[in-house]
T-cell receptor, first 115, second 117 residues
């Protein structure tokens, strides 16, 4: 079984400050890890992914995430938050073992960037 | 930039009625998925589809649900007899590849909000 935990329901950060949205995962095997963002009344937009290679991956809109195998974490980060980053962020995992594996999502973390 | 599209954006139906939610995946994608998100809850996997057959389904995807790719472009989700608890946002997704390549993330459509009265 695979699962994702996003321990914070909401993260508040001041505009211009660095932000971190936490994610830990559990899988049997090597993971594919993803971050998606959902703006109000919109679908899910892909931000970035970790497949293999460098532990620090860079994605859209200046976001990056660091894969930490020992801590089974994949925290989303951005050096300087914008008000427009306010949205719902979902971490997701899929087992890297081929086949038609579904993506399992976390419950989501609401990011509120305060002007 | 190619994108997944879904119609309608909002569907209101009476309990017990059949609904069909439609999706047009990205044209060169091979793997298709339906997810749902009950208001305020996380996104849940329903079913995956490849080569004209279901490859995996969750416990949510019971006999009331079915999927079809009728014409090589559309990918539909049918709920035969809707229940109140089927009210949710339904997302279609597609991916080009499953292997460790550059093309394995799932691209999601904007969703169809289903309201069952």
């Amino acid at each position: 079984a695979q699962s994702v935990a996003q321990p914070e329901d909401q993260v508040n950060v001041a505009e211009g400050n660095p932000l971190t949205v936490k994610c830990t995962y559990s899988v049997s095997g090597n993971p594919y890890l993803f971050w998606y963002v959902q703006y109000p009344n919109r679908g899910l937009q892909f931000l970035l992914k970790y497949i293999t290679g460098d532990n620090l991956v860079k994605g859209s809109y200046g976001f990056e995430a660091e894969f930490n195998k020992s801590q089974t974490s994949f925290h989303l980060k951005k050096p300087s938050a914008l008000v427009s980053d306010s949205a719902l962020y979902f971490c997701a995992v899929r087992v890297n073992s081929g086949g038609y594996q579904k993506v399992t999502f976390g419950i989501g973390t609401k990011l509120q960037v305060i002007p | 930039e190619p994108e997944v599209t879904q119609t309608p954006s909002h569907q209101v139906t009476q309990m017990g009625q059949e609904v069909i939610l439609r999706c047009v995946p990205i044209s060169n994608h091979l793997y298709f998925y339906w997810y749902r998100q009950i208001l305020g809850q996380k996104v849940e996997f329903l079913v995956s589809f490849y080569n004209n057959e279901i490859s995996e389904k969750s416990e949510i995807f019971d006999d009331q649900f079915s999927v079809e790719r009728p014409d090589g472009s559309n990918f539909t989700l049918k709920i035969r007899s809707t229940k109140l608890e089927d009210s949710a946002m339904y997302f279609c997704a597609s991916t080009q590849s499953l292997s460790g390549s550059s093309y394995n993330e799932q691209f999601f459509g904007p969703g169809t909000r289903l309201t069952v009265l």
